[in-house]
């Protein structure tokens, strides 16, 4: 029973901390999801939950302790979403009698930003090719990622 509540306890953490989470399956993404799993060793999430539950019998401090993680794992992931968070600038951008301005956009989740929503909306991309331009905050070069009518392509600095 013990193990049982420890695995269960084990996949409430899981699913809390990483809930509505997305990472891509590249170099990157991998260093992020290391990240993530370095800060839940150097924590001790662990091992202060199991102590909270088998020790102390305290749910309360386990949500604490998780709630401190999943704001931990935000801090990490936040720094990875922004970094493909870029404006999209489509054929309304270059409308010479009505230019709109580039969205905002992001490639991990395929949403755009929407001010007046207050967040992230799925909606669909204007026609035709798109230029994607992303900043780096390191060293502020600013990467651009063309594509084609299905809005695919890679990432080229230049």
């Known amino acids: 029973m013990k193990q049982q509540l420890k695995d269960e306890l084990e996949e409430y953490l899981r699913l809390f901390v990483l809930d509505g989470l997305q990472v891509r399956n590249d170099d990157e993404g991998q260093q992020i999801i290391a990240e993530i799993n370095q800060a839940f060793k150097e924590a001790q999430i662990g091992k202060r939950v199991g102590r909270a539950a088998f020790r102390e019998f305290d749910l309360e401090k386990i949500k604490r302790i998780a709630e401190e993680h999943r704001q931990r794992v935000a801090g990490i992931y936040k720094a990875y979403f922004d970094r493909h968070t870029c404006l999209y600038a489509a054929g309304p951008s270059w409308d010479p009698d009505n230019p709109q301005p580039p969205l905002i956009y992001n490639d991990i989740v395929d949403k755009f930003y929407d001010e007046?929503?207050?967040?992230?909306?799925?909606?669909?991309?204007?026609?035709?090719?798109?230029?994607?331009?992303?900043?780096?905050?390191?060293?502020?070069?600013?990467e651009q990622k063309e594509d084609n009518d299905e809005h695919t392509g890679e990432r080229k600095e230049v």
């Open 116 to 142: 007046a929503a207050g967040g992230w909306i799925s909606k669909e991309k204007p026609p035709g090719a798109a230029i994607l331009i992303f900043i780096k905050s390191e060293n502020k070069k600013t």
